[in-house]
């Protein structure tokens, strides 16, 4: 039977009567606007349940909706596996081993890089468009996003009648709602119509005008419109191809109309009302996709379901399950910074302010933002974040959209765990038992090991083969970060059954690693060959980045092979394979320290300080894993420093993200706090350290530019880490608090160990209290933020 028991901690004698409300700015948490997002989707607010997404754009007299459905991609089931990468392997090592590096690059380009299959595209459905004869003229406009209930609304005024529409992704119903409303009798029109610019299914029958439209070709650029069945909308799709990959994926889009009064016309592909009292909107959207592998569903069946199912419910009863599934996950976690005037401010505005003025509250706001996301667009039994999230209107989108597993698709679940969100780290956990399946064939071909591989980039048919050329595809540890997932999980909640469902997935993973490392001739270590350091090269190899015994490749495998050894411990399991582990981890090279004090990206000394590159892979070793501390390795940490210093403050919008957790895990709160301000800063405007990349877009979004949820993500886990950190074996509490925080409060956070942070409270920097729950019985190490500097540099821990 499972034990709870509690710590409480009083830091203070006394305590001042009037105690902070960690809850009283529950009532602030909300987007919101004076003006409509025009035709700006980074104006737009962003709704989702997993599985459905929309933006909405608010526009009075043309309301659009942009919808996604998280199993629309190009393509089909397919494999990217190159056939001729296991004989040229042995060449490629010799070559990177005598110094050829351009020589190995190019071999590998033509041996190694798939031929033709660089995965496939997430895509859009289309986009709902309902138009409002007469309301382009409008006053007393407000929108927002009310993230205490996961709602989008907007209220207007034309002439004298007052305008109201709210709009959810509910995760019970499984479709999208919106609600139309007036404040006089009979006072809603309007005209609908769906657009896409997928192809339309010929298999469905379309009116005649529609029909003749249809050539065949891929429309990148030409909307088409669906057509109407009595009260509904009907879409019928079918993806793109791509890479020479047929599509198999078709999709259809219901959107029904239920009208409280007034009339409904219909014209080929038109849906009008005139004189309704109220319109409720129900929008369902399915495909074919069952798994991977298999796309034999009926969508048609699908969605019609989902809109059967919600067809006698009303829109108060909708509602209800919708925020009660929703606060479920949302009210688990509260955050309070104090409070400031900024609040009065629209949030574009507070966005605008926020480097020049004391705003604690849009932290907090963008904290909970980023939960948010993640509740939106990753809940059990769906697709993980994508690259996007959930939200694309793009038929080609940067990057495809997909999932980029060299730092960005483990950065979108950083904060599922910490923040209380760990049902929403399930579908990533599924994709990697998933690539873990279909990644034992590219090991045994391309390289002739066991276990299973994934590069750099992975998609919905869970591809397990270099993606892209061979400077940004040539990395065959992608498999290995998302199975420090797996580990850090179980880590959260102790639970030995999901270890043991899980384990398989991370000793194949180390089967692999062991086949695949080779002894370098210099010092005799064992090294990843061919490798890299994530889409960086070093200047004296001439834009060429394939090389061995890479930093972040050895930190990898050292971990890696510690959490293997760690589980088989626990489940008792493997003593043969742990004891040929522990040889292994042995002959690792080491993390080295560099001529110019920074911890070295390679093997050799060949970092360069004028290198501002993004990705900064060679601290993964600092975060987000554990082998790099102030404490326990204070030299590693300086050089760790110097490595940000040489990097400087300048990114994209997701480094500008890992960059807070590197500084907050190097215990500078000020510094992670100034990136966070730079983040916090309009996209595209030089602010600070920010030159034309990184910071947020109007609706919250990241800019990389263009948006990537990652960075949301990032940040978020950025915040949390400032406040609590639990890689050491112990709750750390309040690691790199800046002085802009210096009081208030956070209660629901979650730390390693099975420990639930019940409600902690600081003032002056000083903690008043904490109380801390354990799930798993454990004892409860805590480290207090009144540290001793060493004589040596390090820190000493106050315990």
Not at 244 to 257: D, P, T
Not at 262 to 275: C, F, Q, R, W
Not at 490 to 498: A, P
Not at 530 to 543: F, I, L
Request: glycine share 8%; charged share 20%.
């Amino acid at each position: 039977m499972k034990k709870t028991s509690y710590f409480l901690l009083l830091v203070l004698v006394t305590i001042a009567a009037a105690a902070f409300n960690a809850h009283a700015q529950d009532t602030t948490l909300r987007l919101w606007y004076k003006q409509p997002a025009g035709n700006v989707w980074e104006k737009a607010l962003p709704i989702g349940n997993g599985r459905l997404a929309g933006m909405v754009f608010g526009n009075p007299g043309a309301e659009l909706i942009e919808l996604n459905e998280a199993s629309v991609w190009t393509g089909g089931p397919n494999r990217n596996d190159s056939k001729n990468a296991l004989t040229a392997l042995p060449k490629i090592r010799e070559l990177i081993f005598n110094g050829q590096h351009k020589e190995a690059a190019q071999l590998a380009q033509q041996t190694i890089k798939s031929n033709r299959i660089n995965g496939m595209s997430y895509q859009p459905v289309g986009r709902l468009v309902l138009d409002f004869p007469g309301h382009n003229l409008y006053s007393n406009y407000y929108r927002e996003l009310d993230l205490q209930n996961a709602v989008v609304t907007t209220r207007y005024r034309v002439g004298i009648i007052n305008f109201k529409r709210e709009c959810f992704a509910s995760v019970p119903d499984q479709v999208i709602v919106m609600r139309l409303t007036s404040d006089q009798h009979a006072g809603i029109s309007l005209n609908a119509q769906m657009l896409t610019s997928q192809r339309l299914d010929k298999n469905f029958e379309f009116p005649a005008n529609i029909m003749s439209a249809l050539d065949g070709k891929s429309r990148l650029h030409t909307r088409l419109s669906g057509t109407n069945h009595k009260d509904e909308l009907v879409l019928s799709g079918i993806s793109d191809d791509k890479d020479g990959v047929k599509s198999a994926i078709r999709f259809q889009s219901l959107v029904k109309f239920k009208a409280d009064g007034g009339h409904v016309h219909t014209t080929d592909s038109t849906l009008s009302i005139t004189g309704a009292d109220t319109v409720t909107v129900f929008i369902s959207i399915a495909t074919n996709f069952v798994n991977y592998q298999d796309v034999s569903a009926d969508e048609k069946k699908r969605a019609a379901s989902y809109l059967n199912l919600v067809a006698s419910k009303s829109y108060t009863q909708l509602l209800a399950s919708h925020e009660k599934a929703y606060h479920k996950y949302f009210n688990r976690v509260k955050l309070n910074l104090g409070s400031s005037d900024s609040i009065k401010n629209p949030t574009d505005i507070r966005l605008d302010d926020f480097s020049t003025d004391n705003d604690p509250q849009l932290v907090a706001l963008y904290f909970q933002f980023g939960r948010y996301l993640l509740i939106s667009c990753s809940q059990p039994g769906g697709q993980p974040a994508s690259l996007q999230g959930l939200c694309n209107d793009k038929m080609i989108p940067p990057w495809g959209s997909k999932y980029t597993i060299n730092v960005n698709t483990e950065m979108n679940y950083w904060p599922a765990e910490e923040t209380n969100l760990a049902e929403m780290h399930e579908p990533l956990i599924q994709m990697i038992r998933e690539l873990s399946v279909a990644g034992q064939q590219t090991a045994k071909q391309m390289y002739g090991a066991k276990g299973w591989v994934a590069h750099h980039n992975t998609d919905i048919w869970r591809i397990t083969g270099p993606v892209d050329g061979i400077f940004s595809g040539m990395w065959p540890s992608g498999g290995v970060w998302l199975s420090r997932d797996l580990w850090d999980k179980y880590l959260y909640n102790g639970n030995k059954e999901y270890l043991r469902s899980v384990y398989p997935v991370l000793k194949s993973a180390a089967l692999f690693y062991l086949d695949y490392l080779v002894e370098e001739p210099e010092h005799h270590w064992l090294v990843l060959s061919p490798s890299m350091s994530p889409e960086n090269a070093p200047q004296a190899y001439g834009g060429v980045s394939i090389d061995a015994g890479t930093t972040m490749d050895n930190q990898l495998a050292f971990e890696l092979f510690n959490n293997v050894i760690h589980a088989a411990n626990i489940l008792n399991v493997d003593t043969a394979l742990v004891s040929k582990i522990r040889v292994t981890q042995k002959r690792l090279p080491p993390m080295q320290i560099g001529q110019y004090g920074q911890l070295q990206e390679w093997l050799h000394d060949l970092d360069n300080p004028g290198d501002h590159n993004r990705h900064i892979s060679h601290l993964f070793g600092l975060y987000p894993s554990n082998e790099i501390s102030p404490y326990r390795t204070p030299e590693l940490a300086s050089a760790a420093k110097n490595t940000l210093i040489y990097r400087t403050d300048v990114s994209t919008g997701w480094s500008m993200a890992w960059k807070i957790n590197f500084w907050s895990r190097l215990r500078d709160g000020d510094h992670a706090y100034q990136l966070l301000k730079n983040q916090l800063t309009p996209a595209g405007k030089n602010h600070g350290s920010v030159n034309n990349g990184g910071g947020t877009y109007p609706n919250l979004f990241d800019a990389h530019p263009p948006f990537q949820i990652d960075g949301n993500f990032g940040c978020t886990a950025g915040i949390t880490e400032m406040l609590l950190q639990s890689q050491d074996g112990l709750v750390d509490l309040l690691p790199a608090l800046p002085a802009a925080w210096p009081a208030r409060s956070i209660s629901g956070l979650r730390a390693r160990g099975g420990f639930e942070l019940v409600d902690m409270e600081w003032k002056d920097a000083k903690l008043i209290k904490v109380t801390i729950k354990s799930n798993l019985g454990g004892n409860c190490r805590l480290r207090l933020p009144n540290e001793m500097q060493c004589a040596d540099g390090s820190l000493k821990e106050a315990v």
